[in-house]
């Protein structure tokens, strides 16, 4: 595995085990395969409901907790931010049955950001979370909490896939120290991502799949990746990227395929931050 080292000299792998979408009850053994296939990274969220079953499948792993990456993400609160951020990191901490977090990321631009902000930098010194970070912040919510607070985010985990690229958010980013995370690496399969011609073509010359072509696309820019598959052939698959190279001209004929636009949501749609920012967990 290969690591990248975030901006507070925490050591993260660069490629992870996503677990959106996985239900509840399949979760456990979704994760227990990932790690037995030898994912160290993985990435949840209280929005997924699925916290306690990552922390079952951990415990029941035997993998020294210093092995593993653990990653999950506050959904957004109401003022007093403060203290619910404070409490619903408590609530993700004891449904993983973890004394702390490797990284935790505010999941949408919404909400007290400030507030919640601050009191993540706090848990970030009380080293209940080794590094803090943000996810689905375009340039100009990034900046701005860059500019007005302590601590800059060490990750921001944003749809970056063949289709919505962001290098050039990419290049911003690493200009402040802030990592580039992909959620949704395979577009989550749309624009029939895996049966691409210009992909498969590029596999076809390695002998990999689409979905390793696009995995090792990822890594080789130096953009941590999470892939989500509940099943251990495709685990092992996607996890396969580091033994083979595109080469520089397989890079740039990837790059065309960049549409500048999202398959999924604009943070910047009034419709998307209406839906986002008044939605509440249960939990
Ligand atoms: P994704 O990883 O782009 O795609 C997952 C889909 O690809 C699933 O349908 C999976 O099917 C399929 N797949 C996986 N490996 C494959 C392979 N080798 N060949 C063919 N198909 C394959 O989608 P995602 O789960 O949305 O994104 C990844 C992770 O990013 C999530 O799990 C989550 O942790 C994170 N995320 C974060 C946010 C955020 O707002 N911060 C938003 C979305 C996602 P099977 O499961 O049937 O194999």
């Known amino acids: 595995m290969q690591y990248v080292t975030l901006n507070n000299g925490v050591e993260m792998p660069i490629l992870g085990f996503g677990v959106y979408q996985i239900p509840a009850e399949d979760t456990e053994r979704a994760v227990s395969d990932a790690l037995a ?45 403060e203290d619910n951020t404070r409490r619903a990191f408590g609530t993700s901490l004891d449904k993983l049955g973890l004394d702390h977090l490797d990284l935790y990321l505010m999941h949408q631009p919404f909400g007290d950001v400030y507030g919640q902000w601050r009191a993540m930098e706090a848990l970030g010194r009380e080293g209940l979370a080794r590094a803090i970070g943000v996810a689905n912040f375009y340039p100009d919510r990034l900046l701005d909490l860059i500019a007005n607070n302590e601590i800059t985010p060490a990750v921001n985990q944003i749809e970056t896939h063949p289709f919505f690229q962001r290098a050039d958010y990419q290049a911003l980013m690493s200009e402040h120290g802030v990592r580039i995370q992909s959620w949704g690496g395979f577009a989550e399969g749309r624009n029939d991502l895996f049966t691409d011609p210009l992909l498969t073509g590029i596999g076809q010359a390695h002998g990999k799949s689409v979905a390793q072509v696009v995995l090792r696309w990822l890594v080789q820019r130096g953009v941590v990746a999470i892939p989500k598959s509940v099943r251990p052939e495709r685990m092992a698959e996607n996890i396969d990227v580091f033994g083979f190279e595109l080469t520089d001209d397989q890079m740039t004929r990837i790059a065309t395929l960049d549409t500048g636009d999202s398959l999924f949501f604009d943070h910047h749609d009034p419709e998307v931050v209406t839906w986002l920012a008044k939605r509440r967990l249960d939990a």
């Open 37 to 81: 296939a030898g994912y160290r990274l993985l990435d949840t969220a209280a929005a997924y409901g699925n916290e306690e079953a990552v922390g079952r499948a951990i415990r029941s792993s035997g993998i020294p907790r210093a092995d593993l990456f653990v990653t999950t993400k506050l959904w957004v609160q109401d003022a007093p931010a």
